[in-house]
Protein backbone atom coordinates (compact mmCIF):
# COMPACT_ATOMS: atom_id res chain seq x y z
CA UNK A 1 0.00 0.00 0.00
CA UNK A 2 2.65 2.00 0.93
CA UNK A 3 5.09 1.74 -2.55
CA UNK A 4 1.80 2.34 -4.12
CA UNK A 5 0.72 5.35 -2.80
CA UNK A 6 4.73 6.46 -3.28
CA UNK A 7 4.97 5.70 -6.67
CA UNK A 8 1.28 7.37 -7.97
CA UNK A 9 2.66 10.17 -6.23
CA UNK A 10 5.67 10.28 -8.02
CA UNK A 11 3.80 10.05 -11.65
CA UNK A 12 1.54 12.23 -10.03
CA UNK A 13 3.65 15.40 -8.99
CA UNK A 14 7.50 14.37 -8.93
CA UNK A 15 7.95 16.72 -12.13
CA UNK A 16 6.77 19.10 -10.69
CA UNK A 17 8.27 18.90 -7.23
CA UNK A 18 11.54 18.93 -9.18
CA UNK A 19 10.83 21.94 -11.36
CA UNK A 20 10.34 23.83 -8.36
CA UNK A 21 13.82 22.12 -6.64
CA UNK A 22 15.45 23.13 -9.81
CA UNK A 23 13.92 27.04 -10.46
CA UNK A 24 14.29 27.53 -6.48
CA UNK A 25 17.97 26.31 -6.57
CA UNK A 26 19.01 28.96 -9.70
CA UNK A 27 16.90 31.55 -7.66
CA UNK A 28 19.19 31.55 -4.94
CA UNK A 29 21.86 32.89 -7.21
CA UNK A 30 19.13 35.86 -8.02
CA UNK A 31 21.11 38.75 -7.91
CA UNK A 32 24.49 37.70 -9.19
CA UNK A 33 22.64 36.38 -12.15
CA UNK A 34 20.89 39.71 -12.48
CA UNK A 35 24.61 41.72 -12.50
CA UNK A 36 26.01 39.32 -15.24
CA UNK A 37 22.78 39.50 -17.38
CA UNK A 38 22.73 43.64 -17.13
CA UNK A 39 26.38 45.00 -16.22
CA UNK A 40 24.60 47.88 -16.02
CA UNK A 41 24.01 46.62 -12.32
CA UNK A 42 27.56 46.08 -11.97
CA UNK A 43 30.18 48.36 -10.51
CA UNK A 44 27.61 50.64 -8.15
CA UNK A 45 29.13 52.31 -5.25
CA UNK A 46 28.22 51.77 -1.65
CA UNK A 47 25.56 54.64 -0.20
CA UNK A 48 27.12 55.11 3.37
CA UNK A 49 24.17 57.70 4.62
CA UNK A 50 20.85 56.08 3.91
CA UNK A 51 18.88 59.63 3.80
CA UNK A 52 20.61 60.61 0.88
CA UNK A 53 17.63 58.67 -1.20
CA UNK A 54 15.55 61.41 0.23
CA UNK A 55 15.02 63.30 -3.35
CA UNK A 56 15.11 59.78 -5.37
CA UNK A 57 12.31 58.92 -2.61
CA UNK A 58 10.57 62.35 -2.66
CA UNK A 59 10.42 62.38 -6.90
CA UNK A 60 9.11 58.38 -6.95
CA UNK A 61 6.40 59.29 -4.28
CA UNK A 62 4.55 61.89 -7.12
CA UNK A 63 4.11 59.16 -9.13
CA UNK A 64 1.11 56.93 -7.73
CA UNK A 65 1.87 53.82 -9.79
CA UNK A 66 5.28 52.89 -7.10
CA UNK A 67 4.13 51.08 -4.26
CA UNK A 68 7.30 50.69 -2.33
CA UNK A 69 11.22 51.10 -2.74
CA UNK A 70 13.39 48.61 -1.63
CA UNK A 71 16.95 49.83 0.03
CA UNK A 72 20.42 48.67 -1.20
CA UNK A 73 21.81 45.29 0.58
CA UNK A 74 25.64 43.61 0.37
CA UNK A 75 24.53 41.82 -2.70
CA UNK A 76 22.68 44.04 -4.09
CA UNK A 77 23.82 47.61 -4.03
CA UNK A 78 21.20 49.32 -6.40
CA UNK A 79 17.77 50.66 -4.99
CA UNK A 80 15.05 48.63 -6.56
CA UNK A 81 11.27 50.83 -6.82
CA UNK A 82 8.29 48.22 -7.33
CA UNK A 83 5.08 49.54 -9.19
CA UNK A 84 1.76 48.18 -8.10
CA UNK A 85 2.13 45.83 -11.15
CA UNK A 86 5.33 44.54 -10.27
CA UNK A 87 7.41 46.50 -12.83
CA UNK A 88 11.17 47.06 -11.60
CA UNK A 89 13.20 50.03 -11.78
CA UNK A 90 16.58 49.93 -10.36
CA UNK A 91 18.55 53.27 -9.45
CA UNK A 92 22.40 54.06 -8.43
CA UNK A 93 23.72 55.94 -5.51
CA UNK A 94 23.72 59.00 -8.22
CA UNK A 95 19.79 58.45 -8.57
CA UNK A 96 20.20 57.20 -12.11
CA UNK A 97 17.57 55.29 -13.67
CA UNK A 98 19.98 51.86 -14.72
CA UNK A 99 16.97 49.65 -15.25
CA UNK A 100 13.96 48.87 -15.61
CA UNK A 101 12.49 45.32 -15.71
CA UNK A 102 9.22 44.53 -16.84
CA UNK A 103 7.10 41.67 -15.92
CA UNK A 104 8.17 38.30 -17.83
CA UNK A 105 10.45 40.76 -19.61
CA UNK A 106 14.09 38.07 -18.97
CA UNK A 107 14.38 34.71 -18.09
CA UNK A 108 14.95 35.10 -14.67
CA UNK A 109 11.25 37.10 -14.17
CA UNK A 110 9.82 34.17 -16.10
CA UNK A 111 11.82 31.33 -13.52
CA UNK A 112 10.69 33.62 -10.62
CA UNK A 113 6.74 33.38 -11.60
CA UNK A 114 7.18 30.03 -12.05
CA UNK A 115 8.51 29.10 -9.00
CA UNK A 116 6.57 31.32 -7.08
CA UNK A 117 2.64 30.89 -9.08
CA UNK A 118 3.69 27.87 -11.70
CA UNK A 119 2.90 30.82 -13.91
CA UNK A 120 -0.90 31.13 -13.38
CA UNK A 121 -1.15 33.73 -10.88
CA UNK A 122 -2.94 33.26 -7.09
CA UNK A 123 -4.56 30.46 -8.38
CA UNK A 124 -0.45 28.75 -9.54
CA UNK A 125 0.44 30.13 -5.97
CA UNK A 126 -2.35 27.66 -4.36
CA UNK A 127 -1.27 24.54 -6.54
CA UNK A 128 2.20 25.00 -5.76
CA UNK A 129 1.72 24.94 -2.16
CA UNK A 130 -0.50 21.83 -2.36
CA UNK A 131 2.81 20.11 -4.46
CA UNK A 132 4.27 21.34 -1.36
CA UNK A 133 2.41 19.20 0.68
CA UNK A 134 1.82 15.86 -1.35
CA UNK A 135 5.65 16.14 -1.61
CA UNK A 136 5.93 16.00 2.07
CA UNK A 137 3.64 12.81 1.79
CA UNK A 138 5.76 11.77 -1.03
CA UNK A 139 9.39 11.92 0.95
CA UNK A 140 7.63 9.81 4.08
CA UNK A 141 6.38 7.17 2.46
CA UNK A 142 9.53 7.06 0.89
CA UNK A 143 11.31 7.20 4.01
CA UNK A 144 8.46 4.14 5.10
CA UNK A 145 9.06 1.94 2.50
CA UNK A 146 13.04 2.21 2.92
CA UNK A 147 13.17 1.71 6.53
CA UNK A 148 15.12 -1.25 7.64
CA UNK A 149 14.11 -3.83 10.40
CA UNK A 150 17.93 -3.80 11.09
CA UNK A 151 20.77 -1.47 9.83
CA UNK A 152 23.77 -2.69 7.88
CA UNK A 153 26.27 -0.89 5.97
CA UNK A 154 25.44 -2.86 3.37
CA UNK A 155 21.94 -0.71 3.14
CA UNK A 156 24.39 2.33 2.17
CA UNK A 157 27.06 0.55 -0.20
CA UNK A 158 26.08 1.47 -3.81
CA UNK A 159 27.08 -1.29 -6.77
CA UNK A 160 27.96 -0.73 -10.32
CA UNK A 161 25.89 1.91 -11.62
CA UNK A 162 23.91 -0.05 -14.47
CA UNK A 163 20.57 -0.22 -15.67
CA UNK A 164 19.63 -3.42 -13.26
CA UNK A 165 16.47 -3.14 -11.08
CA UNK A 166 18.80 -3.58 -7.82
CA UNK A 167 21.15 -1.37 -9.22
CA UNK A 168 18.49 1.37 -10.00
CA UNK A 169 16.54 1.13 -6.33
CA UNK A 170 19.60 1.10 -4.04
CA UNK A 171 21.59 4.34 -5.89
CA UNK A 172 17.63 6.22 -5.80
CA UNK A 173 17.35 4.83 -2.25
CA UNK A 174 20.59 6.77 -0.87
CA UNK A 175 20.60 9.76 -2.85
CA UNK A 176 17.12 10.23 -1.41
CA UNK A 177 18.31 9.66 2.17
CA UNK A 178 20.71 11.91 1.31
CA UNK A 179 18.52 14.95 -0.15
CA UNK A 180 15.64 14.20 2.11
CA UNK A 181 16.46 16.40 5.15
CA UNK A 182 16.80 19.52 2.71
CA UNK A 183 14.01 18.69 0.38
CA UNK A 184 11.79 18.02 3.26
CA UNK A 185 12.41 21.87 4.79
CA UNK A 186 11.99 23.26 1.44
CA UNK A 187 8.76 21.66 0.94
CA UNK A 188 7.41 22.52 4.27
CA UNK A 189 8.74 25.92 4.36
CA UNK A 190 7.26 26.31 0.74
CA UNK A 191 3.82 24.83 1.83
CA UNK A 192 3.51 27.23 5.19
CA UNK A 193 4.24 30.33 3.27
CA UNK A 194 1.65 29.92 0.49
CA UNK A 195 -0.56 28.96 3.57
CA UNK A 196 0.51 31.45 5.82
CA UNK A 197 -2.24 32.79 7.32
CA UNK A 198 -3.89 28.55 8.01
CA UNK A 199 0.07 27.98 9.29
CA UNK A 200 -0.60 30.81 12.01
CA UNK A 201 -3.35 30.14 12.87
CA UNK A 202 -2.12 26.90 13.97
CA UNK A 203 0.95 28.48 15.42
CA UNK A 204 -1.08 30.87 17.32
CA UNK A 205 -3.03 27.92 18.94
CA UNK A 206 0.08 25.93 19.29
CA UNK A 207 2.46 29.08 21.22
CA UNK A 208 -0.32 31.75 22.50
CA UNK A 209 0.62 35.21 23.38
CA UNK A 210 0.94 35.99 26.93
CA UNK A 211 -0.81 39.02 26.04
CA UNK A 212 -1.74 41.11 23.31
CA UNK A 213 0.85 43.02 20.97
CA UNK A 214 0.66 47.22 20.88
CA UNK A 215 -1.72 47.85 17.70
CA UNK A 216 -0.16 51.13 15.96
CA UNK A 217 -1.41 54.34 16.54
CA UNK A 218 -3.68 56.06 13.93
CA UNK A 219 -3.14 59.10 12.57
CA UNK A 220 -5.52 61.35 12.96
CA UNK A 221 -4.41 64.66 11.27
CA UNK A 222 -4.29 64.56 7.59
CA UNK A 223 -0.88 65.19 5.63
CA UNK A 224 -1.37 65.78 1.76
CA UNK A 225 1.32 62.84 -0.06
CA UNK A 226 3.05 65.34 -1.58
CA UNK A 227 3.84 67.03 1.29
CA UNK A 228 6.40 64.13 2.89
CA UNK A 229 9.83 64.80 3.24
CA UNK A 230 11.33 61.42 2.93
CA UNK A 231 14.83 63.06 3.50
CA UNK A 232 13.77 63.82 7.15
CA UNK A 233 11.94 60.47 7.62
CA UNK A 234 14.87 58.50 6.66
CA UNK A 235 16.89 60.72 9.23
CA UNK A 236 14.20 59.83 11.91
CA UNK A 237 13.81 56.22 11.39
CA UNK A 238 17.55 56.12 11.31
CA UNK A 239 17.89 58.06 14.49
CA UNK A 240 15.35 55.94 16.62
CA UNK A 241 16.74 52.68 15.02
CA UNK A 242 20.54 53.59 14.51
CA UNK A 243 21.14 49.35 14.90
CA UNK A 244 18.59 48.19 12.57
CA UNK A 245 19.00 48.50 8.80
CA UNK A 246 16.58 49.86 7.36
CA UNK A 247 15.23 47.58 4.33
CA UNK A 248 12.04 48.43 2.69
CA UNK A 249 9.62 51.47 2.62
CA UNK A 250 5.70 52.03 1.57
CA UNK A 251 4.45 55.27 -0.15
CA UNK A 252 2.07 56.79 0.84
CA UNK A 253 -1.29 56.62 -0.96
CA UNK A 254 -3.56 58.38 1.60
CA UNK A 255 -3.46 61.83 3.56
CA UNK A 256 -3.97 60.07 6.80
CA UNK A 257 -1.33 56.99 5.87
CA UNK A 258 1.61 57.03 8.28
CA UNK A 259 5.47 56.10 6.86
CA UNK A 260 6.33 52.79 7.27
CA UNK A 261 9.36 51.37 6.86
CA UNK A 262 10.39 47.43 7.61
CA UNK A 263 14.18 46.96 9.52
CA UNK A 264 16.26 44.55 9.94
CA UNK A 265 18.39 43.85 13.27
CA UNK A 266 21.83 42.55 13.20
CA UNK A 267 21.01 39.33 14.24
CA UNK A 268 17.69 38.71 12.83
CA UNK A 269 17.49 35.89 9.50
CA UNK A 270 14.89 37.37 7.43
CA UNK A 271 16.81 39.60 4.65
CA UNK A 272 14.10 41.77 4.28
CA UNK A 273 13.45 42.46 8.20
CA UNK A 274 10.13 41.80 10.22
CA UNK A 275 10.50 45.13 12.40
CA UNK A 276 7.75 47.89 12.18
CA UNK A 277 8.78 51.33 12.01
CA UNK A 278 6.39 54.26 11.60
CA UNK A 279 6.32 58.00 11.62
CA UNK A 280 4.29 60.65 11.22
CA UNK A 281 4.33 62.07 7.83
CA UNK A 282 3.71 66.01 9.50
CA UNK A 283 6.80 65.68 11.88
CA UNK A 284 8.38 62.57 11.57
CA UNK A 285 7.94 61.58 15.47
CA UNK A 286 7.70 57.76 15.86
CA UNK A 287 3.97 56.48 15.69
CA UNK A 288 4.91 52.67 16.46
CA UNK A 289 7.75 50.93 16.85
CA UNK A 290 7.90 46.81 16.65
CA UNK A 291 11.19 45.65 16.52
CA UNK A 292 11.06 41.95 15.71
CA UNK A 293 12.92 40.34 18.61
CA UNK A 294 9.52 41.81 20.47
CA UNK A 295 7.15 39.91 18.46
CA UNK A 296 4.96 36.84 19.53
CA UNK A 297 6.76 33.73 19.25
CA UNK A 298 4.52 32.12 16.38
CA UNK A 299 5.28 35.10 14.76
CA UNK A 300 8.99 34.88 14.98
CA UNK A 301 8.89 30.94 14.59
CA UNK A 302 6.79 31.92 11.01
CA UNK A 303 9.44 34.67 10.45
CA UNK A 304 12.39 31.71 10.15
CA UNK A 305 10.40 29.84 7.11
CA UNK A 306 11.68 32.45 4.09
CA UNK A 307 14.79 32.70 5.18
CA UNK A 308 15.60 28.76 5.99
CA UNK A 309 13.55 28.79 2.32
CA UNK A 310 15.97 31.02 0.27
CA UNK A 311 19.27 30.22 2.42
CA UNK A 312 19.80 33.83 3.75
CA UNK A 313 21.07 32.33 6.99
CA UNK A 314 23.96 29.19 7.08
CA UNK A 315 26.59 30.78 4.90
CA UNK A 316 27.90 29.46 1.57
CA UNK A 317 27.84 25.73 2.46
CA UNK A 318 23.87 26.23 3.26
CA UNK A 319 23.06 27.50 0.26
CA UNK A 320 25.48 25.50 -1.93
CA UNK A 321 23.67 22.36 -0.10
CA UNK A 322 20.16 23.88 -1.12
CA UNK A 323 21.81 24.25 -4.86
CA UNK A 324 23.20 20.55 -5.08
CA UNK A 325 19.57 19.55 -3.60
CA UNK A 326 17.92 21.35 -6.40
CA UNK A 327 19.89 20.12 -9.06
CA UNK A 328 20.47 16.26 -7.88
CA UNK A 329 16.39 16.07 -7.50
CA UNK A 330 16.09 15.28 -10.99
CA UNK A 331 18.88 12.59 -10.82
CA UNK A 332 16.61 11.41 -7.70
CA UNK A 333 13.36 11.61 -10.38
CA UNK A 334 14.70 9.48 -13.34
CA UNK A 335 15.95 6.90 -11.28
CA UNK A 336 12.92 6.33 -9.82
CA UNK A 337 11.00 6.56 -12.72
CA UNK A 338 13.33 4.00 -14.69
CA UNK A 339 13.21 1.86 -11.36
CA UNK A 340 9.23 2.09 -11.36
CA UNK A 341 8.82 1.76 -15.31
CA UNK A 342 11.20 -1.55 -15.17
CA UNK A 343 9.36 -3.01 -12.70
CA UNK A 344 6.21 -3.11 -14.04
CA UNK A 345 7.62 -4.24 -17.29
CA UNK A 346 9.02 -6.92 -15.65
CA UNK A 347 5.38 -7.71 -13.68
CA UNK A 348 3.60 -7.57 -16.75
CA UNK A 349 6.56 -10.25 -18.71
CA UNK A 350 5.70 -12.55 -15.69
CA UNK A 351 1.85 -12.14 -15.54
CA UNK A 352 2.10 -12.91 -19.36
CA UNK A 353 4.49 -16.23 -19.06
CA UNK A 354 2.42 -17.58 -16.73
CA UNK A 355 -0.83 -17.45 -17.82
CA UNK A 356 -2.67 -20.76 -19.85
CA UNK A 357 -2.17 -20.57 -23.44
CA UNK A 358 -5.46 -20.77 -25.56
CA UNK A 359 -5.64 -22.80 -28.43
Not at 217 to 238: F, G, I
Amino acid sequence: MVSRLHRYLSWLIGIWLVLLCVSGAVLLYKNPLLRWQYPQLQHIQPVADISSWGPLLNQLQQDPQFRYVKFPEADALWLEAVTFDNQRYYYDGQHQLLLIREVRSDWLDWLYDFHLNLLSGDKGHTVSGFIGLFSLLLLLTGLWQWWPRRFSRRLFKLPVLNSSMRSLRQYHSVLALLLLPLVLLTAATGAMMVFGQQTQTVLNRLLPQAQPAPQPVAVTDSVPVMATNWTAALQSARQHWPEQALRLVSFRREATAPISFRAKAVAEWHPNGRGILQLHPADNRVLYAMPAADLATAERLRNTFYPLHIASIGGVLYKLALLLTGLFSLMLLLLGLIYSWRRLKARSARHGAYQKPVY
